[in-house]
Antibody, heavy 116, light 105 residues
Framework: QVQLQQWGAGLLRPSETLSLTCAVN????????WIWIRQSPGKGLEWIGE???????QLNPSLKSRVTMSVVASKTQFSLKVNSVTAADTALYFC??????????WGQGTLVTVSS | DIQMTQSPSSLSASVGDRVTITCRAS??????LSWYQQKPGKAPDLLIF???SLQSGVSSRFRGSGSGTEFTLTISNLQPHDFATYYC?????????FGQGTKVE
């Protein structure tokens, strides 16, 4: 059974860089896409993007200019960076596993607050 | 982006009821539709993928139907632990998009 464990800074100031990492335990890392999703009261659930074990990414065009995703397949970890954050980036961030064009396993979530 | 619209936004139900939630896509998404259940403070759980396929371990009281632009999630014999918020999500196009949620209370 796959488990996703995520971590990263929870409080940022405007213009700083959000950085989160997700470690995958169990399952086959190479057989899936690895996803970042965020949830806020104002925008609901928002797909940020996905990455595979080779580092191939697909990103939400609305965030693409500020988002970087990376993968360390040998460690079965993947990461998210969002630069130049504003209050609009305040949200609960989830990592997830992509299968059948859906998301079948999720991390526990990290609340990221952007405030001066 | 494909817009996903759920109805109703909330509904009141009782244990034992049958509940139906509708999700409409702004364009054809074939059967690339998933349903999730989310409880407060938790990550969503996948219930249905491919519009009609039950995720492993999910109760058969959950049933998904539809294709194209209109989809439904039906919950039979509502149980106390089914009170939650339900979301649909399209996997047809990038960016993947979600409905706004339906709260069952």
């Amino acid at each position: 059974q796959v488990q996703l464990q995520q971590w990263g800074a929870g409080l940022l100031r405007p213009s700083e860089t959000l950085s989160l990492t997700c470690a995958v335990n169990g399952g086959s890392f190479n057989d899936y896409y690895w996803i970042w999703i965020r949830q806020s009261p104002g925008k609901g659930l928002e797909w940020i993007g996905e990455i595979n074990h080779r580092g191939r990414t697909q990103l939400n065009p609305s965030l693409k200019s500020r988002v970087t995703m990376s993968v360390v397949a040998s460690k079965t970890q993947f990461s998210l960076k969002v630069n130049s954050v504003t209050a609009a980036d305040t949200a609960l961030y989830f990592c997830a596993r992509g299968a059948h064009w859906s998301f079948d396993s999720w991390g526990q979530g990290t609340l990221v607050t952007v405030s001066s | 982006d494909i817009q996903m619209t759920q109805s109703p936004s909330s509904l009141s139900a009782s244990v034992g009821d049958r509940v139906t939630i509708t999700c409409r896509a702004s364009q054809n998404i074939d059967k690339y539709l998933s349903w999730y259940q989310q409880k407060p403070g938790k990550a969503p759980d996948l219930l249905i993928f491919g519009a009609t396929s039950l995720q492993s371990g999910v109760s058969s009281r959950f049933r998904g139907s539809g294709s194209g632009t209109e989809f439904t999630l039906t919950i039979s014999n509502l149980q106390p632990h089914d009170f939650a918020t339900y979301y649909c999500q399209q996997g047809y196009n990038i960016p993947r998009t979600f409905g706004q949620g339906t709260k069952v209370e």
